[in-house]
């Protein structure tokens, strides 16, 4: 990594329940070498979120009309984001890609703001936020090697070993993020319309019969139709009990396989995990798939991408 940058961090759903490892994180993005810009209001909380609604949106616009501002970090999901919707002014945020080239990094909660960014004609970025990503004693060099390379690298490419996924050679432009947060974006202005994409999902704590539902609901509504391929990220989190009777992530993913008529790929790296990958939201990709595994090539690995 060579280019440093002006980093702003957001916090627009959950706090950092540990002020001391918020700290570690952003001191460890100065070791290397980058500007910090604090606009999450440090300790501010207001019940289980980061602020109140009005202090969370403020930091948005904020960050937005910023232009010194490169790269827009996010420090946590968690849960907030979905009440803010109707005040959050995503052609303000779109501008801020459009003309000041920003680069608006998160997941998990974050999916709100990216899918809206995507429905207003902006990319993002999947991938690693502040807690944990960058401020975990046990730093993943997986994630931080994925990250910093999709930033600098103009064709950017990952490679991921997963076994039982369909041979495949398809493009399309890459977007998607955590399952919940996307269904909850259903028939509202912030859903995106994407034709001919590839859509990765992931989640977290969601048992098999509830990812199920979901991919279903995404069928039944004609999304998944309109995809030439769907990435399942990390679903991790759940358990099983007796009465689920060998049902299971497994066979949850067998019984879509047979009723959906659309290749269905597991094994990427992505989501509440601490190797993941870092993916430009909005991008044209190329995907080839074969036994051995996977690989993703982006043309515009930049948050310029449209869906």
């Given at each position: 990594m060579?280019?440093?940058?002006?980093?702003a961090v957001?916090?627009p759903s959950?706090?950092a329940?540990?002020?001391?490892?918020?700290?570690?994180?952003l001191?460890?993005?100065?070791s290397l070498?980058?500007?910090?810009?604090d606009?999450s209001?440090?300790?501010?909380?207001?019940q289980?979120?980061a602020?109140?609604d009005?202090?969370?949106?403020?930091q948005l616009?904020?960050?937005?009309r910023?232009p010194?501002i490169?790269?827009?970090?996010?420090l946590?999901?968690?849960?907030?984001l979905?009440?803010?919707l109707?005040?959050i002014d995503f052609n303000l945020?779109?501008?801020s890609?459009?003309?000041d080239?920003k680069?608006?990094?998160g997941?998990?909660?974050?999916?709100?703001?990216q899918l809206?960014?995507?429905?207003?004609?902006?990319?993002?970025?999947?991938g690693?936020?502040?807690c944990?990503?960058f401020?975990?004693?046990?730093l993943?060099?997986?994630?931080?090697d994925?990250?910093w390379?999709?930033l600098?690298?103009?064709n950017?490419r990952v490679?991921?070993?997963?076994?039982d996924n369909?041979?495949?050679?398809?493009d399309?432009?890459l977007?998607g993020?955590?399952?919940t947060?996307l269904?909850?974006?259903l028939?509202?202005?912030?859903?995106?319309?994407v034709?001919n994409?590839i859509?990765?999902?992931?989640?977290?704590?969601?048992?098999?019969?509830?990812?199920?539902?979901m991919?279903?609901?995404?069928a039944h509504?004609g999304i998944?139709q309109?995809?030439?391929?769907?990435l399942?990220?990390d679903?991790?989190g759940?358990?099983?009990?007796?009465?689920?009777n060998?049902?299971d992530?497994?066979s949850?993913?067998g019984?879509?396989?047979k009723?959906?008529?659309i290749?269905i790929l597991?094994?990427l790296p992505l989501?509440?995990m601490?190797d993941k990958?870092?993916?430009?939201?909005?991008?044209?990709c190329v995907l080839?798939?074969?036994?051995?595994?996977?690989?993703?090539?982006?043309?515009t690995?930049s948050?310029n991408?449209?869906?």
């Amino acid at each position: 990594m060579n280019k440093t940058f002006q980093i702003a961090v957001v916090a627009p759903s959950g706090y950092a329940p540990d002020p001391a490892v918020f700290t570690r994180g952003l001191d460890y993005l100065r070791s290397l070498g980058h500007t910090v810009h604090d606009f999450s209001a440090s300790g501010m909380r207001h019940q289980r979120f980061a602020g109140n609604d009005e202090q969370r949106i403020e930091q948005l616009h904020a960050v937005a009309r910023d232009p010194n501002i490169e790269l827009v970090i996010a420090l946590r999901g968690g849960y907030g984001l979905s009440r803010l919707l109707p005040q959050i002014d995503f052609n303000l945020i779109a501008e801020s890609v459009a003309k000041d080239g920003k680069r608006w990094v998160g997941h998990s909660d974050f999916t709100v703001i990216q899918l809206g960014m995507l429905a207003s004609g902006a990319g993002s970025i999947a991938g690693p936020m502040i807690c944990d990503d960058f401020s975990r004693s046990d730093l993943s060099e997986f994630t931080q090697d994925n990250f910093w390379r999709c930033l600098a690298e103009p064709n950017y490419r990952v490679s991921v070993k997963a076994t039982d996924n369909p041979a495949l050679h398809v493009d399309g432009t890459l977007w998607g993020g955590n399952l919940t947060m996307l269904c909850s974006l259903l028939g509202t202005p912030w859903m995106p319309t994407v034709h001919n994409g590839i859509l990765f999902v992931e989640d977290v704590n969601e048992h098999p019969y509830r990812v199920e539902r979901m991919l279903l609901q995404l069928a039944h509504v004609g999304i998944l139709q309109q995809q030439r391929a769907v990435l399942l990220g990390d679903f991790s989190g759940y358990k099983l009990t007796d009465y689920d009777n060998g049902y299971d992530f497994a066979s949850m993913l067998g019984y879509l396989r047979k009723r959906l008529d659309i290749p269905i790929l597991q094994g990427l790296p992505l989501g509440h995990m601490k190797d993941k990958l870092t993916l430009p939201v909005g991008s044209h990709c190329v995907l080839e798939s074969s036994a051995e595994g996977f690989e993703l090539r982006f043309i515009t690995p930049s948050a310029n991408g449209k869906g």
